[in-house]
């Protein structure tokens, strides 16, 4: 099973990965580590990623989903996923992409079976006081507004599971385990 930690920057996805990853013993992979340098540069700098600057980190971390899923472990991804379409990238690759251009191609689901996603949401003033707070980070605080504006949050269809960010992380973490826990009891889980 994967868990995909998606929400806007400072929600608090890698913090929440991290004390999974822990408390579960999976591997984490944080989605910044995978952003292209010149990705890194440009937020540190305060400008917004186009969709087009996003796509070969969407596409590395659909390999490292398609992987782990080949291997049949479970893991942690966090990435902000904001948009449907990347959310749709991050499960199908670049078939995703066809699949949203042109009317005569496959239509994908809408959800893998093994793969969740962790939707951190919160309120935009708690989320921007955490972010003006932490240290060490390229991503600008400057910059929350236009993540709060490029969100298109999932809808239930997304295989979802929505985090309030309010809650402490060991709070959010028991949801996590009831969720896997309902899903070890159901028989649609392969």
Same mark, same amino acid.
């Given at each position: 099973?994967? =868990?995909?930690?998606?929400?806007?920057?400072?929600?608090?996805?890698?913090?929440?990965?991290?004390?999974?990853?822990?408390?579960?013993?999976?591997?984490?992979?944080?989605?910044?580590?995978?952003?292209? @340098?010149?990705?890194? @540069?440009?937020?540190?700098?305060? @400008?917004?990623?186009?969709?087009?600057?996003?796509?070969?980190?969407?596409?590395?971390?659909?390999?490292?989903?398609?992987? @782990?899923?080949?291997?049949?472990?479970?893991?942690?991804?966090?990435?902000? %996923?904001?948009?449907?379409?990347?959310?749709?990238?991050?499960? =199908?690759?670049?078939? %995703?992409?066809?699949?949203?251009?042109?009317?005569?191609?496959?239509?994908?689901?809408?959800?893998?079976?093994?793969?969740?996603?962790?939707?951190?949401?919160?309120? =935009?003033?708690?989320?921007?006081?955490?972010?003006?707070?932490?240290?060490?980070? =390229?991503?600008? %605080?400057?910059?929350?507004?236009?993540?709060?504006?490029?969100?298109?949050?999932?809808?239930?269809?997304?295989?979802?599971?929505?985090?309030?960010?309010?809650?402490?992380?060991?709070?959010?973490?028991?949801?996590?385990?009831?969720?896997?826990?309902?899903?070890?009891?159901?028989?649609?889980?392969?």
């Amino acid at each position: 099973m994967i =868990y995909i930690i998606m929400g806007v920057s400072g929600c608090g996805k890698s913090t929440l990965g991290a004390f999974l990853s822990d408390k579960l013993g999976w591997p984490l992979y944080e989605g910044d580590n995978f952003h292209p @340098e010149e990705n890194i @540069e440009k937020m540190a700098r305060g @400008e917004r990623l186009t969709d087009q600057d996003r796509l070969p980190w969407l596409l590395k971390l659909h390999e490292v989903i398609q992987r @782990e899923r080949s291997s049949g472990c479970n893991a942690l991804v966090v990435c902000s %996923a904001l948009k449907r379409l990347y959310r749709q990238i991050l499960l =199908y690759g670049s078939k %995703a992409l066809s699949s949203s251009s042109c009317q005569d191609q496959e239509i994908l689901p809408p959800t893998l079976t093994d793969v969740f996603f962790l939707f951190l949401h919160g309120d =935009y003033n708690l989320i921007h006081q955490r972010m003006v707070a932490r240290r060490g980070h =390229y991503m600008k %605080a400057d910059l929350l507004c236009s993540q709060f504006d490029a969100l298109e949050p999932p809808l239930d269809e997304d295989n979802v599971l929505s985090l309030d960010t309010r809650k402490t992380f060991t709070d959010m973490a028991m949801e996590v385990e009831k969720h896997i826990n309902s899903l070890k009891s159901s028989p649609m889980m392969p």
